[in-house]
């Protein structure tokens, strides 16, 4: 172990020490853009696949993070509907990651309950069967509850949410006209993908880019955000305790 990572070491156990100490607020639902696998891959001469795993591999970590601080719903972004666009040769290796990584979330030793969100009609048949018979295995752990965004865009959730509003009430013999009078902002949240979930708190995103790029855009209205530099494989303990501090020190006023 060298200088750096000692010095870190210290630094870490005293972020820490001091959120325990201040009983800082702990953020209930932690959104998680996980950017910056291809650019750390070729910042390291690997592949993009090599990339790809590495961050799929700090996926554990992050979560057993999220355990330590009493964290209780995490959602990630693995795959968004923009990367489906991506040639068949980058795409199907990621595929199999995500379904590896997703596996491996899933067995037994681990506490974690698994929830595939995002539009899985537009996956491969198969892929999209084996993420959900992993997660449909996990239902009713203890440990946090992670939402895997897979096929995921914030415009495409919010048109599945309205198109199976319409249709609930067209079952129920509504006309058109009827469910204008009684649409609301309740009425699609009913229908996101996250539905019955609490909207996140602290929205991360890793590699340096600061924008949302369409992640859980109706959810995040009042989400507070925290940018880091670092990319996603490289996203350390002492980086997560310090959006855990800048949340700490925010003042949320839910737009009041």
């Given at each position: ?75 990630l ?46 996956l ?48 129920d ?7 204008a009078e ?50 996603w ?24």
């Amino acid at each position: 172990m060298g200088l750096r990572d000692v010095a870190y070491g210290v630094y870490e156990r005293r972020l820490a020490r001091g959120l325990a100490k201040q009983r800082a607020p702990v953020p209930r639902h932690v959104g998680v853009i996980l950017d910056g696998n291809r650019r750390w891959a070729r910042s390291v001469g690997t592949t993009a696949k090599a990339g790809h795993q590495a961050g799929a591999d700090k996926i554990v970590d992050l979560l057993g993070w999220c355990d330590d601080a009493g964290v209780e719903l995490v959602t990630l972004w693995l795959l968004s509907t923009d990367n489906l666009s991506r040639p068949a040769s980058e795409l199907a290796p990621l595929l199999r990651i995500i379904e590896g990584v997703v596996s491996s979330l899933a067995a037994p030793q681990n506490l974690w309950t698994l929830n595939i969100v995002g539009a899985l009609d537009l996956l491969p048949d198969d892929a999209a069967v084996r993420l959900k018979e992993a997660a449909a295995g996990t239902a009713g752990r203890p440990g946090v509850e992670v939402n895997v965004a897979v096929g995921y865009g914030g415009r495409r959730e919010i048109a599945d949410a309205v198109r199976s509003m319409l249709q609930a009430h067209a079952a129920d013999g509504r006309s058109l006209a009827e469910v204008a009078e009684l649409l609301d902002v309740e009425h699609i949240s009913e229908h996101l993908y996250t539905r019955g979930q609490p909207d996140p708190d602290l929205v991360i995103r890793t590699s340096g880019e600061q924008r949302l790029s369409g992640f859980l855009l109706w959810q995040s209205a009042h989400s507070e955000f925290y940018f880091c530099e670092a990319y996603w494989p490289d996203f350390r303990r002492v980086d997560f305790l310090r959006a855990l501090r800048a949340y700490a020190a925010r003042q949320r006023r839910f737009g009041t």
